[in-house]
């Protein structure tokens, strides 16, 4: 017997199985980042000094451009969904493909960052501030890649379904979507709380 | 994310019913959620088993300290043992395993795992699950996380040895077993994550046409506050978990404070961490947690006690109501548990206050499910036994929770076996009562064969006696000040002579408790091979699982067409019905 | 302990400060409270199982229990734990926490728990603590790493697994630890509190009673009364015998005890000696766990 609601929303709650699931995996993952976040905020009140990232090194002007590069792939992610919804396949492969070049190039920016701190010396245990730095960008980096997994897959071998069923691979990308704008989110709020403030 | 591509191709595959699967698909990597189910409950079952043999081990050790371990002290070898003695090193790592095992890997997954993922779809005319890859997912992400809590045994310097809590610093210095331990519990973390989204999903989306929220069975009810706690407070023990592993693998001093000195060796770390930072991650999660192990056994008992009184639950809405404000009360009550930890008066003012709240919705359940007798029709076969005697048990551990809560009277109680006392009353003769109460009465839906009522009693009334014997004389060491984790059972303190010898009583009904688990090992298994054969609605019960055909197997799909709802899910003795009982899809 | 609070045998260690009656009695009272709606529920419950047995009710009512006794009874519940909360627990706990004795009045002891061992450290007749460096932190001779060349040193005491103190007067406790969290729990003075690595807690209390002869060193072997100090917070291998030792002195007995023990300048730097300090071999602690003064 097929499972109801997979692909068409159910008439009560206006919700298909997947976008529900997505929604509720976001609460916890904001629960997560939320405890990391009030980590940060217990570690830094409890400090006697607490040093800017920009006093530390931390490269402002690269991080600035890294947030301008996941904000467009919030927008191009939005809109390969908005051309299936068009039933241009072509358009969306060009923005989905968009979003995983923008992917790439934060993380590649990420890297030279990385790499840049570990010269210096500044490792993890350098500090309490560069432990936090690490573990918030270095988690952060994995979501991103986890993204760029479902994101590569459905723009390569899963659009296969596109030509089966293609309500649920529209599905599929506008619940993509949903993940990529909340790892773009993460990041927006990161990006502040580590190089400026 | 594989939330994304979920179910497309299973529900492709099981489109035609007559589709066959072969031998793994269907009982391994099987994706029908009473397979699955069934999966749970075996794990968690010899989990349980094994955490209750490890605390064996200990009590012996509490009971005749620094005398060899008859017989199996061999086992643990001559590192941990030597000569059969048990060591203080080890008793630590039992102690905290059998803390971790029972909770994250026996009850949980039977409560949640097994009895959720078995009954929930069935009870709301379900299909299946809404993700089946991720039901599937789950178990298995499950059950690595088992492998791994096992496998730390083996660890250079043994298991985990810093108590289920793992506070740091101690946890922070101890050997490779807490890294192991970390690891283990990302897993499992990770898989309650799946797990409950799943069966938030289900609940929301899956209910057959009719199944209102006021319709759904109260066992439904709990299980759908369950997976909100599970999804919302586990994040914080998942951040507390990464935080510690940086800790342990990149040297970071999260929970290290600057200056500590170690065996009269300053620590060469940053330093500039706090320890409690990790006791308000850890009891963030734990206290929901243990809500988490008792919500499931509400709803078991609400079950058993309508269909075996013969009548509605009293106050099935308050009970509803109840359940749901507890569960957002528990994000909000966690630093009970700190209360020792140099607390001002605002913060502990609080959490006293938010602590008697919460006391509030257990009272309002328990009074209900307590008034639903009245009026009642009462059988007292094994599962109604044990769902009754759930209600005192329940209510020893939960009214000794009224002065841990108190800041004030937890100064003397505080880490004592008054603890330990309260919290085994809920989660042994309290849950694992509840368990057994869903096994017996479901168990014929499960096969198609129902338990041997004689062994079932047996096995009631000697758990009663026994599991009463060993935590009833917890609350009087513990009032008279034994700490609890101690290696020799306090016999090296002076104001634990008076009550020392309890010890032995307590150890002695711990190994009685768990011969009186035979009759129950013996009838499960023999009840599948040669129980009593019975019809599908064998308790003459009303929800819709009895309405799906019984298996084995239950057909996948578990309905040949899914009921329509007309009516609330205890319509017993129904003024003017021919029969006692109006399952819900009837008219 | 046989003393019974309103009635009730709590089983509690005998009650030696002034804040420890109160404590006990707000247990006691939290227990009546408890038995009360053990019972009471209990009966209805017994009762109806009796009652509505299927042998003597063949058919169950449809309605059941009628009327609000469920409400009173819960609403009944809630007043209690309110009356317990405002008139008992918020304002026992503020005095805990918050009435600290000034330094002036009291007697000032440091009191650091480490793995596995409690040092206390007196400021001497000068009441200055002396400076102290971890770097100075020596295994035998220097558990606390105090600067001997600071002058406000030269007369501080130390001792290790033993805590000396008056009875009648306020006493305050700086609290702290070395390495792991411990919890320094005093039974007779309902004093219990996790000594916690970078924070210095303060705790206060007044010992209401002298220790009995009987139950002081020497010949305070495990199974006599002593009074003893012990550690309430799993802390590693030997924390079950993290075990200390405590006497109230009547103000005479404190002031020789203090004079006995002041450091004379010769042997400043000679070895702390412990009596038994907790060890790591596994039998169950039979010798006492109290040490000798540090001199
Ligand atoms: C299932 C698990 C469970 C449940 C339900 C509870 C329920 C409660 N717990 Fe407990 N608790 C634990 C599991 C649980 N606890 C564990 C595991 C620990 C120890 C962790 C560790 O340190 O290792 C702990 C520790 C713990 C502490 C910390 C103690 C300390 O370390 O010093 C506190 C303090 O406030 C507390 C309070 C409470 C309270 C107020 C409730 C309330 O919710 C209870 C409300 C219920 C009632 C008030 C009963 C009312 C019933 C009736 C009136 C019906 C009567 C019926 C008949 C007689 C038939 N608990
Ligand atoms: C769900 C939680 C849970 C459960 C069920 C139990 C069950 C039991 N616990 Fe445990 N316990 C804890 C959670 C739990 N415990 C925790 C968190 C701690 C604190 C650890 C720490 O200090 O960090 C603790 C600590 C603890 C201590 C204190 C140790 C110390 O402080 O030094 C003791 C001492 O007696 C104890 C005893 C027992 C006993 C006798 C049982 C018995 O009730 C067990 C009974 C079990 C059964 C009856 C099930 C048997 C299984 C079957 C019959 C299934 C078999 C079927 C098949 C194999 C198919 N426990
Ligand atoms: Cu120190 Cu336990
Ligand atoms: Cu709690």
Redesign the interface.
Same mark, same amino acid.
């Given at each position: 017997m097929e499972i109801p609601y997979t692909s068409e929303t159910r008439p009560d709650t206006g919700l298909y199985n997947a976008k529900l699931g997505i929604w509720l995996f976001l609460a916890s993952e904001v629960m997560l980042f939320g405890a990391l976040f009030s980590s940060y905020i217990l570690l830094r009140t409890g400090a006697p000094v607490w040093p800017h990232g920009r006093d530390l090194g931390l490269n402002v002007p690269l991080a600035t451009l890294n947030t301008m590069i996941l904000i467009g792939s919030s927008v191009t992610i939005l809109l390969s969904w908005v051309s299936l919804r068009l039933h241009d396949v072509k358009k969306f492969r060009l923005y989905m493909g968009l979003t995983l070049l923008c992917s790439l190039g934060f993380l590649v920016i990420k890297y030279f960052e990385y790499m840049e701190k570990i010269h210096h010396g500044h490792l993890p245990s350098f500090n309490t501030f560069f432990a936090i730095y690490f573990t918030l960008t270095g988690l952060h980096g994995l979501h991103v890649i986890g993204g760029m997994v479902v994101n590569g897959y459905l723009w390569g071998p899963g659009l296969k379904l596109w030509h089966k069923d293609p309500q649920r691979f529209t599905n599929r990308v506008e619940v993509a979507g949903l993940y990529w704008h909340f790892v773009d989110l993460v990041w927006i709020f990161l990006f502040p709380t580590l190089y400026l403030l | 994310?594989a939330?994304?591509?979920?179910?497309?191709p299973?529900?492709v595959g099981?489109?035609d019913?007559h589709h066959e699967l072969g031998f793994w698909e269907k009982y391994v990597f099987s994706q029908d959620h009473k397979v699955i189910g069934i999966q749970y409950a075996f794990t968690s079952l010899l989990f349980l088993f094994f955490g209750f043999t490890l605390m064996m081990f200990m009590r012996w050790q509490l009971a005749f300290?620094?005398r060899p371990l008859p017989i199996l002290g061999k086992i643990f070898g001559q590192t941990f043992a030597?000569g059969g003695?048990?060591?203080?090193?080890l008793y630590?790592q039992l102690g905290a395993m059998h803390g971790t095992i029972m909770v994250f890997l026996g009850i949980v997954p039977l409560a949640v795992g097994a009895f959720g993922n078995y009954l929930v779809p069935l009870q709301i005319g379900?299909?299946?699950m809404?993700?089946?890859k991720l039901n599937m997912a789950s178990y298995w992400t499950y059950f690595i996380g088992g492998v791994l809590m096992l496998g730390s045994f083996f660890a250079p310097g043994g298991a985990a040895s810093?108590?289920w809590t793992s506070?740091p610093?101690?946890s922070n210095?101890a050997g490779a077993g807490q890294t192991v331990w970390l690891f283990g519990m990302l897993a499992l973390i990770i898989s309650s994550?799946l797990g409950?989204?799943?069966f938030?999903?289900t609940i929301?989306?899956?209910r057959a046409p009719g199944l209102t929220w006021m319709r759904l069975p109260f066992f439904v009810w709990a299980q759908f506050v369950t997976s909100f706690l599970l999804?919302?407070?586990?994040?914080?023990l998942?951040?507390?978990a990464? !935080?510690q592993m940086?800790d342990r693998i990149? =040297?970071?001093?999260?929970f290290l404070?600057?200056?500590?000195?170690?065996? =009269?060796q300053?620590l060469e770390?940053?330093g500039?961490?706090?320890?409690?930072?990790w006791q308000?991650?850890f009891w963030?999660l734990a206290h929901p947690e243990v809500y988490v192990l008792i919500l499931p056994a509400f709803g078991i008992i609400a079950e058993v006690i309508a269909n075996n009184?013969?009548?509605?639950l009293?106050?099935y809405k308050s009970m509803v109501y109840s359940i749901s404000f507890l569960g957002f009360m528990s994000f909000i009550v966690w630093a009970h548990h700190m209360f020792?930890?140099?607390?001002?008066?605002v913060m502990?003012?609080f959490f006293?206050?938010t602590t008697?709240i919460i006391?509030?919705p257990s +009272? +309002?359940v328990?009074?209900?499910l307590?008034?639903? !007798?009245?009026?009642?029709?009462?059988?007292?076969n094994t599962p109604m036994l044990f769902a009754?005697a759930f209600?005192?048990m329940f209510?020893?551990g939960g009214?000794?929770g !009224?002065?841990l809560g !108190?800041?004030?009277?937890d100064?003397?109680?505080?880490?004592?076996y008054y603890v330990i006392g309260h919290f085994h009353y809920v989660v042994a003769p309290g849950t694992i009562f509840a368990m057994f109460a869903g096994i017996y009465y479901w168990f014929p839906k499960l096969t198609g064969r129902k338990m041997s009522e004689l062994l079932g009693k047996l096995h009631f009334w000697s758990s009663f006696l026994f599991i009463n014997g060993v935590f009833m004389p917890m609350f009087?060491q513990g009032?008279?000040?034994v700490?609890r984790?101690?290696? /020799?059972g306090g016999?090296?303190?002076?104001?634990a002579?008076? +009550?020392l010898h309890w010890n032995k009583v307590m150890s002695m009904s711990a190994w009685g408790l768990a011969l009186a688990q035979l009759p129950f090992i013996i009838n499960l298994f023999w009840s599948m091979a040669k129980g009593k054969k019975v019809g599908d609605n064998y308790w003459d019960a009303t929800t819709l699982e009895w309405a799906a055909t019984t298996s084995p197997p239950l057909a996948? =799909?578990?309905?040949a067409e899914?009921p329509t709802v007309v009516r609330g899910p205890y319509d017993?003795?129904?003024?003017g019905a021919p029969v /006692?009982f109006v399952p819900q899809h009837r008219g | 302990m046989q003393t019974t609070n309103y009635g009730l045998n709590l089983y509690l260690p005998e009650a030696a400060s002034t804040h420890a009656t109160q404590l006990d009695n707000l247990t006691a009272l939290v227990h009546w409270f408890m038995l009360a709606m053990f019972v009471g529920w209990g009966l209805f419950f017994v009762y109806t199982l009796f009652r509505f047995r299927k042998g003597r009710n063949p058919v169950a009512s449809y309605e059941g229990a009628k009327g609000h006794f469920s409400t009173y009874g819960e609403a009944g519940i809630v007043l209690v734990e309110v009356i317990l909360l405002v008139a008992f627990a918020v304002p026992i706990w503020a005095n805990r926490v918050n009435d600290l004795p000034a330094e002036s009045e009291a007697v000032v002891v440091r009191v650091v728990g480490e793995q596995f061992a409690w040092n206390v450290h007196y400021p001497g007749p000068d009441g200055v603590f002396g400076r102290t460096d971890v770097k100075l932190i020596q295994t035998g001779t220097n558990p606390l790493g105090i600067d001997r060349t600071d002058s406000a040193a030269q007369d501080d005491i130390t001792t290790i697994n033993q805590l000396h103190l008056p009875v009648d007067r306020k006493v305050l406790i700086h609290l702290s630890s070395k390495d792991v969290i411990h919890s320094l729990y005093l039974p007779q003075m309902r004093v219990k509190q996790d000594a916690i690595p970078g924070m210095v807690i303060p705790i206060w209390f007044e010992a209401s009673k002298v220790t009995p002869e009987e139950n002081t060193l020497p010949g305070c072997a495990v199974g006599s009364k002593c009074w003893e100090i012990a550690c309430a917070q799993l802390c590693g291998i030997t924390h079950y015998r993290m075990r200390g030792f405590y006497q109230i002195h009547d103000a005479a007995g404190y002031e020789k005890w203090l004079a006995d023990n002041a450091p004379a300048p010769a042997v400043m730097a000679a070895p702390v000696v412990p009596v038994a300090p907790a060890t790591t071999e596994p039998a169950p602690a039979d010798a006492p766990t109290a040490g000798a003064p540090t001199p």
């Open positions: - | 994310m939330l994304v591509d979920e179910h497309a299973h529900a099981h489109a019913d300290p620094g030597p003695i048990m060591l203080p090193e630590n379900a299909p299946d809404a993700f089946p810093s108590g506070y610093p101690l210095l994550l409950s989204t799943n938030i999903v929301v989306q899956l999804l919302l407070a586990f994040p914080a998942q951040a507390a990464v !935080l940086m990149f =040297g970071t001093s999260f404070p600057s200056g500590l000195v170690v065996s =009269g300053v770390v940053s500039g961490g706090s320890p409690l930072l308000h991650l963030f009184t013969r009548k509605p009293w106050g020792m930890t140099g607390m001002g008066t502990s003012t006293q206050t008697m006391s509030i +009272v +309002v328990l009074t209900a307590i008034i639903s !007798l009245w009026g009642g029709s009462i059988r007292f009754l209600l005192p209510a020893i009214l000794t !009224l002065p !108190l800041a004030p009277t100064i003397h109680l505080h880490d004592t009087i009032l008279a000040g700490s984790r101690l290696y /020799d016999m090296a303190y002076s104001h002579q008076d +009550v996948h =799909g578990n309905f899914i017993y003795s129904l003024p /006692d | -």
